[in-house]
């Protein structure tokens, strides 16, 4: 039996107990086995959660690149690495093999190199779904600058926000992208926001959309002549265990977006091992996860987890619904899909259409569905295991953050018994526990509690840039010497857990992060508001939806609320993107607040729920005549 890859239950639990009982014997041997060292560690593990520290193999160097790409020469120099799927089905397919990807991506980090990025630097890469993407992260990585990709749906407020905080020197766009039928232009977004970002010395600009775009002398460069003058080859720069891979920002509940910082050797680790048992991937399979490289499911299931295995990962830059709903199942039948990995929200928009354009394809190549970014309802997880599946491809639904760094919830596939809605056991090295109110671990089952894990893992964020005591507050304080994921979680007896749901402020809108503070800026934002709060509310396709009472500072017999309305949303477009636009603005005259003059949400949420039978205790409400009259406008 190899522990790297485990086949049945049986092999499972025998993993499962020695990375318990054994966590540095465990994960030292499968980095001894499976990875390219330049200096071995000189210890496993050390932590302390109260501070918090976590560092794991210190004292080793490598390179993730040579992980991902260069082992891989010998064997699958010739075997398809990437392979791209356009917006248009029209235009043919590329793959591009291990030793095309080699080159690619060295003739990238000289370029970067020669433009005076270097170790340690941070790059911002803003790029559509095209391979532009993940080489620049590679080559990135190759180097040793830290990427941070941001994705490209966030507005030019949200760009430079996410620039400015880490200090950002260059910024990696394209002059435009393909969505569906419609271009987007990126470089626009660019231009608009590097108005505000002062630290950025060089922007390298693909060109996807062949749009005029304006180029700042001096500061903007076609990419690919640079490319087609650079060097074929860079040697990987020797990184620490513990230096920085990239950042990755994530919303929080209050204030500006956290920049997760995830290390080298740990996160390279862990999220290859995990792609192997999760998806059960064998040499030829062709994998495809259909999310964006801009969130942390691209970086860790598109790009490196599938790399460090020596897989063929597809990268596609449409959208499900162009040129109609049959498009996933198109690619599926097209490039013999095995394992395909997506989102409940895309789940259920593709449950609402005619099922004829699945049953056109054949989807017989399917070996493992995965999903992945909220919870599943079991209507969906049921059209997906009957009309995708078709009975036979065991679902994965695997739990985990940008902040997790790789799954740490999941079913092993043909291992482990599926239950819809739950994401089941542990992964191997995870020592997940629930927590009461008072604090205390909920030994018996079943049982629902606050979800913490009690052990680290060697993917895990070790900082927030910058901001290393909001990282602990976040995360550390809420429970002793336990990481708090901010998520719900029943456990039932068997040990199963159901993840229910964030328990704070960030609210799940197709998938994505949404915080509440943020939007609540920016409907502030607007002249005529006064205030404002955001709860969500349930959708059928989004999962959850955005509902936001807005107090305005005059009532007027006159105002135009279908235009505020409008107004409201295109500045949350302008300053966040259109993921976080409201789809019900209800005009109140205050919000529910508690004597110290917090608002109650709790309240809010449930006008929105339409759930008002038991509104709970509001005997601590400052202002209980409001409720009445929010109550009689509700949406
Ligand atoms: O609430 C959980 C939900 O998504 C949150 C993490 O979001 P993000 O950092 O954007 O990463 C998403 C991709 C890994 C979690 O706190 N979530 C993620 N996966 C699941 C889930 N909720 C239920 N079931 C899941 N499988």
């Known amino acids: 039996m190899s522990q790297y890859h485990i086949k049945n239950l049986e092999e499972y639990f025998q993993v499962y107990r020695k990375s318990v009982a054994q966590p540095e014997i465990f994960w030292e041997e499968i980095a001894e086995?499976?990875?390219?060292?330049?200096?071995?560690?000189?210890?496993?593990?050390?932590w302390d959660f109260s501070k918090p520290e976590v560092s794991w193999f210190q004292g080793a160097q490598l390179n993730i690149t040579e992980n991902c790409i260069d082992r891989h020469l010998t064997h699958r120099g010739d075997k398809t690495a990437i392979l791209f799927e356009p917006n248009d089905p029209k235009e043919p397919a590329e793959h591009i093999t291990y030793r095309q990807l080699h080159k690619r991506v060295c003739q990238f980090a000289n370029v970067l190199k020669e433009m005076g990025v270097g170790k340690g630097d941070r790059v911002c890469i803003y790029l559509p779904m095209i391979p532009e993407l993940a080489i620049s992260v590679l080559a990135c990585a190759r180097i040793g600058a830290i990427h941070s990709v941001v994705f490209a749906g966030f507005s030019a407020t949200a760009l430079a926000t996410r620039i400015n905080d880490c200090d950002c020197k260059m910024v990696i766009t394209a002059d435009g992208s393909f969505r569906g039928p419609k271009t987007i232009d990126l470089k626009g977004i660019v231009d608009e926001a590097?108005?505000?970002?002062?630290?950025?010395?060089?922007?390298?600009?693909?060109?996807r959309i062949h749009s005029k775009i304006s180029m700042k002398e001096g500061r903007d460069h076609w990419l690919q002549p640079l490319l087609d003058n650079a060097y074929k080859d860079c040697v990987p720069e020797a990184m620490d265990a513990e230096d920085p891979l990239f950042i990755l920002y994530t919303s929080g509940s209050t204030g500006k977006p956290k920049g997760m910082v995830h290390t080298t050797a740990g996160y390279m680790v862990y999220t290859a091992f995990t792609f192997k048992n999760v998806f059960q991937y064998q040499e030829d399979d062709v994998y495809w996860c259909t999310a964006d490289i801009g969130w942390i499911t691209g970086h860790s299931y598109i790009v490196y987890g599938p790399l460090a295995n020596g897989a063929t990962t597809v990268m596609f830059e449409g959208v499900p619904t162009y040129p109609d709903w049959g498009r996933f199942w198109e690619i599926v039948q097209k490039h013999k899909i095995n394992q395909f990995y997506t989102a409940p929200t895309a789940i259920r928009a593709l449950a609402k259409e005619n099922l004829s354009y699945v049953e056109k394809y054949d989807l017989s190549s399917l070996k493992v569905l995965g999903t992945v970014g909220e919870p599943i309802n079991e209507e969906a997880w049921h059209w997906y295991n009957?009309?995708?599946?078709?009975?036979?491809?065991?679902?994965?639904?695997?739990?985990?953050?940008?902040?997790?760094?790789?799954?740490?919830?999941?079913?092993?596939?043909?291992?482990?018994?599926?239950i819809p809605t739950f994401a089941t056991l542990p992964m191997p090295g995870i020592q997940p526990c629930l927590m009461d109110e008072n604090g205390k671990e909920i030994s018996q089952n079943p049982a629902s509690g606050r979800l913490c894990i009690k052990f680290p893992w060697p993917s895990m964020a070790r900082t927030i840039w910058g901001d290393h005591g909001r990282y602990r507050d976040t995360y550390f304080s809420a429970f002793k010497n336990k990481y708090f994921t901010g998520d719900g979680s029943l456990r039932d007896q068997t040990g199963y857990y159901r993840i229910t749901g964030r328990v704070d402020d960030v609210i799940i809108v197709s998938g994505h992060n949404l915080g509440t503070a943020p939007i609540e800026d920016a409907i502030n934002e607007h002249p005529a508001v006064a205030e404002s709060a955001i709860v969500g509310f349930p959708h059928d396709i989004k999962g959850n939806a955005l509902y936001g009472y807005v107090i305005l500072k005059e009532v007027g017999e006159t105002r135009d609320n279908d235009n505020l309305r409008k107004e409201i949303n295109q500045l949350i477009t302008e300053r966040i993107g259109p993921i976080a636009k409201l789809d019900k603005i209800q005009f109140t005259p205050g919000l529910p607040?508690?004597?110290?003059?917090?608002?109650?949400?709790?309240?809010?949420?449930?006008?929105?729920?339409?759930?008002?039978?038991?509104?709970?205790?509001?005997?601590?409400?400052?202002?209980?005549?409001?409720?009445?009259?929010?109550?009689?406008?509700?949406?």
Request: with cysteine; proline share 5%.
């Open 593 to 635: 607040k508690t004597r110290s003059g917090k608002i109650m949400r709790r309240i809010l949420r449930k006008i929105a729920h339409q759930d008002t039978d038991n509104l709970g205790d509001t005997s601590t409400l400052l202002n209980p005549e409001v409720v009445e009259a929010i109550m009689k406008e509700a949406l």
């Open 33 to 46: 086995e499976h990875f390219q060292w330049k200096r071995k560690w000189d210890k496993v593990l050390s």
């Open 386 to 418: 009957d009309n995708i599946g078709k009975k036979n491809s065991p679902i994965v639904d695997t739990w985990w953050q940008t902040e997790t760094g790789g799954i740490l919830i999941s079913p092993i596939p043909y291992a482990t018994p599926t």
């Open 194 to 207: 590097l108005t505000s970002c002062e630290g950025v010395e060089n922007v390298l600009v693909a060109q």
